[in-house]
Structure formats: structure tokens, C-alpha cells
């Protein structure tokens, strides 16, 4: 199926926008932070046709633009403002894996006009500065130092990390979160600096607030894995938190598991795609 790439660009910054043919209801893909849109490369395909798929390097990350300030939420959320206006996403559900779900959150409440419904995949539904201090996140949650590192151990570390095996087309997600140089050596495309100026606005994210607030429909869309490793199951303790808050809420959200690691599009594709096709097909008899 053929890919279009194009530029959408707003107050200077240009991102980077893929796009798979469809007939039916838009769908914008969001990735998480340090990631890029590659994350959706095995979810995408199964959705497109049916529907129209757009996706995005945001600002900071992949092909965007590298922008010294401009992280918050208001910065962000107007950038897929105008992926959705300049693109003419009319009636867009949007979907946000991890940060991209707080943005995709955001979205929906800001812009009700634009956004039809949002899927929140791992993400947007979890207080962090409910959990832990900044002090406490910063330390914890700072990305290692990689830039310099030969390609080869990033991608075994990756591996290693996510705890995938290292195919075809999970290489090209981790290659794409990186610049690769003559002698093999990388460096982050997206910086600590800035990787840390996001990770900040995650924490002053009142996500209460922001559940309270949206109006179209909404799934949250959890992984749940059963690992043993203690930051697992304190990040699985969260979610269940978060699923409590949400289920108390009600109505337009809706909260639902799904197997599987943090990293679920690379993990399950299949069950994503079913899971956002139902989700739109769905959003599509509320409104007939």
C-alpha cells in the first residue's frame, strides 16, 4: 500500500507526517515520548483501507523539527491541531500510545470540533505527581546515556529492554529513535534536555482534571502484562489506580485491558488494530 510523506508546519516547526490510503473515518497515531512514528508500523497496515491513517514525528522527535522550547501540552496539542486541520482529518479519532495519550487526551478536550473520539493506549490515564515527587523522577526516570554507543549494542540493549526480539521491523522502530553515523555511533534525536522538558510536563499533567473534562467518547486502552519485576508491578498497580478513576468517571470513557507489554503496538499489532477498528466502528453507530 502506498505511503505519502509530506511537511505540515506550524510557527516554524515542521513535522514530518506519514499517511496510508483509506475510505473510510481518519485515524492520527500518536507516539509516545523518545519514540517516533515507526512505533505504529505493524498496526498501521492493519488499519489502513478501511480507514485513512495519518501519523507524526512530534516535535523534538524523528524528522521534526528540533525545537529549543515549546514541550507543554499547549505546544504539542496545537501542533495535532493543525495535523488535523491542514490534513482536513475531518472527524478524526485519535489515537496515543503512552505520552501520546496524554496528548491525545488533551486534544479531545481542547478540541471537540476536530477530535470525534480518542483512544488512549498505556498512557493519559495515570497521575504521576500523584505517585511520586519530581525529585523522585527525575532520578528514576532520566534516559541513559547512549550517544556514542555503536548501533549494534543499542539495538541488543533495546532488545534487551523492551524485551523483544529484534526483527525486520522492530530494528527499523529502534534505528528510527537514533542518528547513526559513518563508524556505526549514535546519537539520541531526541536530547536529554529535551526528553526531560516533556517528562516535566508529564508530571504537572492534572490528569483528573483533564478526565473530568473531555466530552467525546474515549477508550482507555491498558497493557497488562504479569511479569514479577518490581517496577513492573508498581507500574501495573498504577494502572489499576487509573482504571478505578476512570470507571468512576463513567460516561463518555471507557476503560478496557489489553494483553500485553508498555510497548504494545510492537508487541500485539493485531489486537491494537481490532481494538481501535471496533472503537471507530462503534463511535460510527453512536453517531448514525
Do not use: C
Amino acid at each position: 500500500m502506498p505511503e505519502k510523506r509530506r511537511i505540515v508546519e506550524r510557527d516554524g516547526v515542521r513535522l514530518a507526517v506519514r499517511e496510508l490510503p483509506g475510505d473510510g473515518r481518519p485515524l492520527l497515531l500518536l507516539h509516545g515520548l523518545a519514540s517516533t512514528t515507526h512505533i505504529w508500523d505493524l498496526v498501521a497496515p492493519r488499519l489502513a483501507g478501511r480507514h485513512r491513517v495519518v501519523a507524526y514525528d512530534q516535535r523534538g522527535h524523528g524528522e521534526s523539527t528540533k525545537t529549543a522550547a515549546g514541550y507543554g501540552f499547549p505546544e504539542v496539542v496545537a501542533d495535532a491541531a493543525e495535523v488535523i486541520r491542514r490534513l482536513r482529518l475531518r472527524r478524526t479519532v485519535i489515537v496515543g500510545h503512552s505520552w501520546g495519550g496524554s496528548v491525545a487526551l488533551e486534544a479531545a478536550v481542547r478540541h471537540p470540533r476536530l477530535v470525534a473520539g480518542a483512544v488512549l493506549l498505556d498512557g493519559g490515564f495515570m497521575s504521576m505527581r500523584d505517585r511520586i515527587d519530581w525529585q523522585a523522577a527525575r532520578e528514576l526516570l532520566r534516559p541513559p546515556d547512549i550517544d556514542g554507543m555503536h548501533v549494534d549494542e543499542f539495538l541488543r540493549r533495546w532488545s534487551g529492554a523492551t524485551g523483544l526480539p529484534l526483527t525486520d521491523g522492530r530494528g527499523t522502530v529502534a534505528r528510527s529513535l537514533v542518528r547513526v553515523g559513518p563508524d556505526g555511533r549514535i546519537r539520541r534525536r531526541l536530547s536529554v534536555p529535551k526528553h526531560m522538558r516533556i517528562l516535566r510536563a508529564i508530571w504537572e499533567h492534572d490528569v483528573g482534571r483533564a478526565l473530568r473534562s473531555v466530552r467525546v467518547p474515549t477508550l482507555v486502552l491498558a497493557a497488562r502484562s504479569h511479569g514479577t519485576d518490581p517496577k513492573e508491578a508498581a507500574f501495573m498497580e498504577a494502572k489499576r489506580e487509573g482504571a478505578a478513576a476512570v470507571r468512576a468517571i463513567g460516561e463518555p470513557l471507557r476503560f478496557a485491558w489489553i494483553e500485553g507489554i508498555h510497548d504494545v503496538p510492537l508487541d500485539r499489532p493485531a489486537a491494537v488494530a481490532a481494538r481501535v477498528r471496533s472503537f471507530a466502528a462503534n463511535l460510527a453507530r453512536i453517531e448514525a
